[in-house]
């Protein structure tokens, strides 16, 4: 007998929904809704959770419940499949069981996938260029604002050299960390160099030239050319100069504010007539070589796409046509990932094309046009970032604790109760005795008002108003229609690690990484650690509002029954948009590599993330200073006679500098006395 009968006087039978099952509340996911939770799968779990969608051929969920991670693509043997949870466990457990110590949240690179990705990404074009009789090659660039973490950017040129992939800059401390990387790389990669450009930035550019590395100067604004020809007279070299065309195609969606004619970035037609002018007067226009333009990110079409690409290209043959030296036809970034597997071009988070359509689009547009115009085919070039980098981490974070209230009981409150109170009172019992639920949630809602309002004025306690609480909560549950969403907090910031769905709304697929043998037999939306009121996930990915999860065990916080959710494709923009907000710093990191046997892989990188004191650091805060101030008042107050001595203390204090900002969970609870440790070669792991 539901709740609703014993605390209202009289007996009351539940709403036909009174305790809605999993299936009622998951109509839209076709083969769950008539699933069981015993005939439940892991491949229920794949489409549930639209795995096949948006993770092939990355990511999928394994016969253990778990997902796995296919490093090498889809092409790939069973047994190189990785499984997510074993990386986990390795990188959190406690040192002294074999694991590396770590703290949540972690991000699990796998350099493999970003090997993949170019590799990917250098055979679209040039399957593209051998299928189309095109006359000239394909050599990319990765724009180092998508991630500029070392490893990743190293890994990029490593990977990218036996294809000449390059680098692009678009600030000065990106221009030097892509110089450096740059001279481990191929020798014909180039270094593109866009964004507001000052002296420094140019000089700085020129000298990558001095030294050998194939740098073009791309014009963001006219004024740059001044500058350009006097300082590459001043350095005595002659630069290689691209000009960046602010297209008459515009991109309408979410990332194509800066597309168009009335875009941030570019040279307008008459603005690239004056360049190529002035060029001309200076004796320098052969060093003009490289037409770049930038639609945007995340392009939704391939036509938009060709459209953009075909206008880029009649502007290239025309400074062909001036006389301009050119060489490089360089389309930007813009290759769209598909986050939630929709294959759709009609919205911002999915995509409607593959890398093959995307490619065949862009030496197609190129081609018809040269062709038209008798021009000799230009190199291709892009600046894809998002597509590079997005499949190549998972960040992955804890369910702590859930806010899902138990009811306590209603007990007797009734004489307090105000007159009119007392009557809604008795109204909402009437109404629950003859089942008309109607009534029962209007005299409900109606009874907790008036006794908000009464305890406002002073007329009630604090016991009375929760026991109301408590009533109204289980009426509401009893008939069927309490809130089904449960609040998970994750141990998380949203603002540091999720940055675009707190700023632009973007969705990431996040889903467990493990019990996906399990049915899901709950709904929640994901509230994160800070302070604020907009940190929390309450859109996903397929338009819900909420994450189909499984029960915690043991509140989450307790050992063995930690949940572990993970955000995919977030290995794009997120990282360096991250903020402090309330201090949190960033991730732990792992780097993962396969290793030789089967299902086996190996942590080659383990890194703790900012401590306390570092995140103090960023805000100019001196922790050493702070815990010497701490220490000095604490030996004015020298108490060692009651309970905790002063070394304890101080011992805890250092360790608080010295732990990471988040929660420490179940294994991570303990003292920490050392950060950022490096475990170079640390593991390797047989599954
Ligand atoms: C941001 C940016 C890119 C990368 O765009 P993606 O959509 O991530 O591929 C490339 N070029 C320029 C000029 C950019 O500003």
Not at 340 to 358: E, F, M, N, T
Not at 475 to 497: C, E, M, P
Request: with cysteine.
């Amino acid at each position: 007998m539901p709740a609703l009968a014993c605390c209202v006087d009289g007996a009351v039978s539940p709403h036909p929904y009174a305790f809605a099952t999993w299936d009622s509340v998951l109509p839209d996911y076709p083969p769950s809704n008539t699933v069981t939770a015993a005939a439940w799968s892991p491949a229920h779990s794949a489409v549930l959770y639209r795995v096949d969608g948006w993770g092939a051929p990355y990511f999928t969920v394994n016969s253990n419940g778990n997902v796995s991670v296919r490093p090498y693509g889809v092409d790939t043997l069973a047994h190189q499949e990785i499984d997510l949870l074993k990386v986990v466990k390795k990188a959190s457990d406690p040192v002294t069981s074999g694991g590396l110590g770590l703290q949540f949240p972690l991000v699990v690179r796998f350099p493999d996938v970003l090997k993949n990705r170019l590799e990917s990404l250098q055979s679209a074009f040039n399957f593209a260029i051998a299928s189309q009789g095109y006359d000239a090659h394909y050599q990319g660039v990765y724009p180092v604002k998508c991630n500029q973490d070392k490893f990743v950017v190293e890994d990029i040129v490593k990977f990218g050299s036996p294809f000449r992939f390059g680098l692009e800059a678009g600030s000065k401390p990106e221009l030097l960390l892509a110089m450096s990387c740059l001279c481990n790389g191929s020798p014909d990669a180039l270094l593109v160099c866009n964004g507001f450009k000052d002296v420094e930035y140019i000089s700085l550019a020129l000298v990558a030239r001095k030294l050998h590395l194939n740098t073009v100067i791309v014009l963001e604004q006219e004024e740059e050319l001044d500058i350009l020809i006097e300082v590459s007279k001043k350095l005595g070299v002659r630069p290689i100069i691209g000009v960046r065309a602010k297209l008459r195609t515009k991109h309408s969606g979410h990332f194509g504010s800066t597309s168009g004619e009335k875009g941030k970035f570019g040279l307008t037609t008459t603005q690239i007539l004056r360049v190529v002018k002035k060029l001309q007067q200076y004796e320098m226009l052969d060093c003009l070589q490289l037409l770049h333009f930038h639609i945007g990110s995340q392009i939704p079409s391939t036509s938009l796409l060709a459209d953009g690409v075909g206008e880029a290209a009649q502007i290239y043959c025309e400074l062909v046509r001036l006389g301009a030296c050119m060489k490089v036809i360089d389309i930007g970034g813009g290759l769209g990932i598909d986050y939630d597997g929709s294959k759709s071009q009609d919205s911002d988070i999915s995509v409607g094309y593959s890398l093959q359509d995307y490619a065949s689009a862009v030496v197609e547009a190129v081609r018809l046009v040269c062709d038209r115009k008798g021009v000799r085919h230009p190199v291709i070039c892009s600046e894809s970032g998002r597509a590079i980098v997005s499949h190549h981490s998972i960040l992955v974070f804890q369910a702590v604790s859930t806010s899902s209230r138990e009811i306590s009981s209603p007990g007797l409150f009734v004489q307090h109760l105000a007159d009119d109170a007392l009557s809604d009172y008795r109204n909402l019992s009437a109404a629950a005795i003859s089942n008309d639920y109607e009534s029962c949630l209007i005299y409900a809602e109606q009874l907790k008002q008036r006794c908000v309002d009464q305890f406002k004025e002073g007329l009630l306690g604090m016991e009375q108003l929760a026991a109301v609480d408590s009533l109204c909560e289980l009426v509401l549950k009893a008939i069927g229609i309490s809130d089904q969403i449960r609040t998970d907090h994750v141990n998380l910031s949203i603002f540091t690690s999720i940055p675009d769905f707190w700023g632009i709304g973007q969705l990431f697929p996040i889903i467990p990484i493990h019990r996906l043998d399990e049915k899901p037999a709950v709904r929640a939306i994901l509230s994160d650690l800070t302070c604020d009121s907009d940190g929390k996930i309450d859109k996903f990915i397929g338009g819900e509002s909420s994450l189909p999860l499984h029960e915690l065990e043991g509140n989450g916080n307790v050992d063995g029954g930690a949940y572990y959710l993970g955000m995919f494709l977030g290995g794009a923009y997120e990282e360096a948009l991250g903020g402090f907000h309330n201090l949190f710093g960033g991730p732990s990191v792992v780097r993962v590599l396969q290793s030789d046997g089967p299902h086996s892989f190996a942590v080659t990188r383990a890194v703790l993330g900012p401590s306390c004191g570092d995140v103090l650091r960023v805000m100019q805060h001196e922790p050493e200073i702070m815990f010497q101030t701490l220490k000095h008042r604490l030996e004015e107050i020298c108490d060692d006679d009651n309970g905790i001595s002063s070394l304890a203390i101080l011992n805890g204090l250092a360790c608080s500098f010295n732990n990471m900002p988040y929660l420490g969970g179940n294994n991570n609870g303990h003292c920490y006395y050392c950060t950022n440790g490096d475990y170079a070669g640390a593991a390797e792991e047989e599954q």
